[in-house]
């Protein structure tokens, strides 16, 4: 039980009571219809004394004393009972409790990368000389087995006569395969050539986003000269902040906007959660895959995700204008007929825009107030207090 320690209050808590007074109870010359189809029990101090009157009277500061009535002898602690046309002047509103279908989005900003499957360098095994580029420009797109770029290798020359002078062993073959000599060019070895350069190909199809390669150039045995990468997929990476990511799982839908063609939302699925969080941003990094076939969406975009789930557990909603959230306590108030006015400690669950799942405390048919809640609640906090100081025993 918590105890309550009652102190007159000064000058700011006296006109809040004043207005408070003025709101809810009664003046002296309207004490019959302080309690319609009941009886007042006696009248208390407005400001929160100890007093009580059998008789309507006026306090020290000529402030009416309020009416309590034998009904509400019954009501819970802080039960709150208002006049019909009090409750018309104040704009109290009331909506019915229901069962719905509870869904969340998720909003999330986000950027496009390159998928890391689908990248590739071209280093070759061997250092020469880069005689002759073919792909000359970092942006160009290629082919699988079109040529990048022809190579002078004295290392690759030698290879060359031992394959000869071995009689074409598989040993020889494999000695060149392994350093990754062209099928092409053992073909020509085959028809009896020895050429003095050899033509690498591009591995894969895709776009040159990367080239230190130069015409004339050397480069040493693993130096990457080329880097691609195959954009016909691409990876939107969305910063989703922590308390949101109860509600996403891999597999949910997503829809991105992108900022160059905002007309035109791109549909994916998250792919991964990656397991860590960003210790500054408290944000955890979503992966999303989206096709890309026709090569318009760019690396380092930037784009805003939605992910809607469905909430799972109760699927009684309020809106969220009902809910009295302090912090400490959340409480919602319950109307119960005839002008009178519950608190009720409600548990809540997952928020959205307009409504508050409500897990415990509330069920379907019950009417709450979701217009002049926190009017209600501060008469309903007065009462409580006074209910436990005992200033309602009528002695």
Request: hydrophobic share 40%; charged share 25%.
């Amino acid at each position: 039980m918590i105890g309550v320690s009652f102190v007159r209050p000064g000058l700011a808590g006296a006109v809040l009571l004043a207005v408070l007074a003025g709101a809810f109870g009664p003046s002296a010359t309207s004490a019959a219809d302080a309690c319609p189809g009941s009886k007042v029990k006696f009248y208390r101090d407005p400001m929160g004394g100890p007093d009580t009157s059998p008789v309507p009277k006026k306090d020290s500061m000529n402030m009416d004393y309020i009416a309590v009535c034998e009904s509400e002898a019954g009501d819970s602690p802080g039960t709150v009972r208002i006049n019909p046309d009090k409750v018309q002047r104040l704009g109290v509103r009331s909506a019915v409790v229901g069962e719905r279908d509870l869904s969340r989005t998720i909003r999330a900003f986000a950027s496009l990368q390159f998928d890391e499957r689908r990248q590739y360098v071209v280093a070759p095994k061997f250092s020469g000389w880069i005689e002759k580029l073919h792909v000359n420009a970092t942006g160009d797109t290629v082919e699988r087995g079109q040529i990048l770029f022809e190579v002078f290798s004295p290392e690759l020359n030698v290879l060359q006569q031992e394959w000869g002078l071995a009689g074409r062993s598989v040993y020889a073959s494999d000695k060149l395969r392994y350093l990754d000599y062209p099928e092409a060019a053992i073909d020509r070895l085959r028809r009896g050539e020895r050429p003095r350069t050899v033509a690498i190909p591009t591995p894969v199809s895709g776009t040159v986003v990367d080239k230190t390669a130069v015409e004339g150039a050397r480069f040493r045995a693993g130096e990457t000269l080329f880097r691609i990468v195959d954009v016909s997929t691409m990876w939107v990476m969305a910063e989703v902040y922590e308390q949101d990511l109860g509600f996403v799982k891999a597999g949910d839908s997503a829809r991105i906007s992108v900022n160059a063609w905002p007309d035109r939302p791109l549909e994916g699925k998250v792919t991964l959660i990656y397991p860590s969080v960003g210790r500054d941003s408290r944000t955890a990094r979503l992966r999303i895959e989206v096709p890309n076939p026709d090569g318009r969406l760019r690396a380092d975009m930037a784009a805003i995700v939605e992910i809607t789930t469905p909430v799972e557990g109760s699927r009684v909603a309020v809106p969220d204008s009902a809910l009295i959230d302090t912090g400490r306590r959340k409480v919602v108030l319950v109307e119960r007929g005839e002008g009178r006015y519950e608190p009720r400690k409600v548990t809540v669950g997952a928020r959205m825009p307009g409504w508050v799942q409500i897990n415990a405390g509330l069920q379907p048919g019950e009417k709450v107030v979701t217009q002049a809640t926190f009017l209600i609640d501060a008469e309903s906090n007065i009462r409580a207090a006074l209910a436990a100081f005992g200033a309602g025993d009528g002695t």
